[in-house]
Each structure stands twice: as structure tokens, then as C-alpha cells.
């Protein structure tokens, strides 16, 4: 499934007044825990709401997160040189960020409020979806006093299948759509977001999309979900770290 198709199931064709984040993490979750077996882990099984992935959070196995460094860039494996590449594009465009350690599973938002470290918090795992295949990376990171969940994918459609979004629609929400330096096409956008915990009000949430499509048919995608109305990332920081040249497939 493809975020515009997980997008318009979520939504409808009409400008939605609202989208219910835990609602559609908890669905979405459940659709991917039945495709992805082979990727499962005991201890943390992640779905996105409106493109979601399957990743392993870091430190399941007690030990530390790996270090990153521009210099890590010749890392052996792929999930380490994504990592690495990754982390060296937030910290250039997001220098304060920090991370929440103990965040587990990141999508649960009570898992928020743990300590911060300057420790990277973040895991890559591969992907494969009904409409593409790739790399996941993502963390829950804060920025003041900003937590968010943030995630950033990088892929290649299936033969056959439909790209992301591609233009801008009524219900997105501040939508830009430009061309970026070697001929990408980026999309960023905000959805209105809420959360309705047990018992409680809904509360409004900020959410926000960066979607860079190369023309090699690759596609990155930045997402913050935070745990209030206030963004984590601004979307030319979103959209810079998409158009990073080292978040790339092997």
C-alpha cells in the first residue's frame, strides 16, 4: 500500500476535519505485523499511520546504539551506512535535536517522556510493503521541549505499482511542491492530526510530511508525528535532509 493509498483510505476523498494518529498507528500496525513476519521482533514491531514500515528499535538487545560520524559513511553494511547518513542529515539541519531513551515501542506515546540522551536513538531496518521496498530508519526525538516521533524512508516503488504523493491536495495542509536541485520533485506537507486518549479530550497533534521522488524512481521520505501542536522540524529542514545525496539505496 502506498502512503497516497493509505492517505485517502484514512481520509476520503474530502478535506478531513481531523485525522485520529493513534487510531490509524494502531490499524496500520496491525496490517503489517500480518505481512512482515520475517522482520518481526519480539520487542519492538513498528506500523506508521499513513505510511508505515517495519523497524526494530535500538538498544532491544541492552546494548548501546552505534556511533555515527561523516567519516562511518564507509560503513560495511547498508543499515549502518543509511544510520550513518541519516543521522549526519538531521545533525546538520537539526543540531539541538536529542532522543528519548527508553521509547518502546516508539509509537506509544506514554513511552515519551523517558530521558534524554545526545546518544542517537535510532534504528534502520528494511522494508518490503505491497507497493514498494526499502529502508526504514526512525527515533523519537526532542527539540526543546518538542517530542516527536520522526522516521525517514528511503525505497523504490515495485514494478507495476503507484509512487507517493505526487502533488498537492485540498486536504494537506501549508502543501508546497517544488523542484529540488538535480531534478527532484518534493512535496512537503502538514495533516491535521489529534489524539483521543481513554477518557480524555482529543488533543490536537502536529504532523509532517517531506517527500523528495528522484528521477531514478527512488524515493525519501521525512515524517514527524509530536506529541503536541508544535512541530519538531521545520519543512525546509524536513526537505533538506530528503534531499540529502547519501540517503540513497546501495
Known amino acids: 500500500m502506498t502512503y497516497r493509498q493509505i492517505f ?3 481520509i476520503g476523498d474530502a478535506p478531513p476535519t481531523a485525522v485520529d494518529v493513534d487510531r490509524l498507528v494502531a490499524r496500520e500496525g496491525r496490517r503489517r505485523r500480518r505481512r512482515v ?26 546494548g548501546p546504539a552505534p556511533a555515527y560520524s561523516a567519516a ?14 541519516m543521522l549526519a542529515a538531521l545533525d546538520r539541519e537539526a ?15 506514554k513511552t515519551w517522556n523517558g530521558p ?11 522494508f518490503r510493503w505491497e507497493s514498494m521496498t526499502g529502508w526504514f530508519g526512525v527515533g523519537v526525538a526532542a527539540r526543546g521541549t518538542v517530542r516527536s516521533y ?8 515495485l514494478p507495476g505499482q503507484a509512487i507517493g504523493p505526487d502533488e498537492c491536495r485540498e486536504s494537506m495542509i501549508d502543501c508546497r511542491s517544488f523542484t529540488g536541485p538535480n531534478g527532484e520533485r518534493v512535496l512537503t ?10 477518557a480524555s479530550p482529543r488533543q490536537r497533534v502536529a504532523v509532517r510530511y517531506a517527500h523528495v521522488e528522484r528521477t531514478d524512481g527512488t ?10 501542536d508544535r512541530h519538531l522540524l521545520t519543512a525546509e529542514e524536513m526537505a533538506a535532509v530528503g534531499l540529502d545525496p547519501e540517503i540513497r539505496l546501495g
Do not use: C, I
Not at 560495511?76 to 551506512?81: F, N, V
Not at 543540531?95 to 506515546?109: I, S
Not at 524515493?219 to 503536541?228: D, G, L, N
Open 37 to 62: 513476519g520475517a522482520y518481526a521482533s519480539a520487542t519492538a514491531v513498528l506500523a506508521l499511520a499513513l505510511g508505515a514500515g517495519v523497524v526494530v528499535q535500538p538498544g532491544a538487545s541492552g
Open 116 to 126: 534524554l540522551t545526545d546518544d542517537p536513538q535510532w534504528s534502520v531496518k528494511p
Open 8 to 10: 485517502d483510505e484514512a
Open 72 to 85: 562511518s559513511a564507509t560503513a560495511r553494511t547498508q543499515p549502518e551506512r543509511l544510520r550513518s547518513a
Open 150 to 157: 520522526l522516521a525517514v524512508n528511503v525505497g523504490r516503488p
Open 95 to 109: 543540531p539541538d535535536l536529542r532522543w528519548v531513551r527508553g521509547a518502546d515501542p516508539v509509537t506509544d506515546h
Open 189 to 198: 506537507y502538514d495533516v491535521e492530526g489529534y489524539r483521543a486518549p481513554p
Open 219 to 228: 524515493q525519501v521520505t521525512v515524517q514527524a508525528h509530536s506529541s503536541s
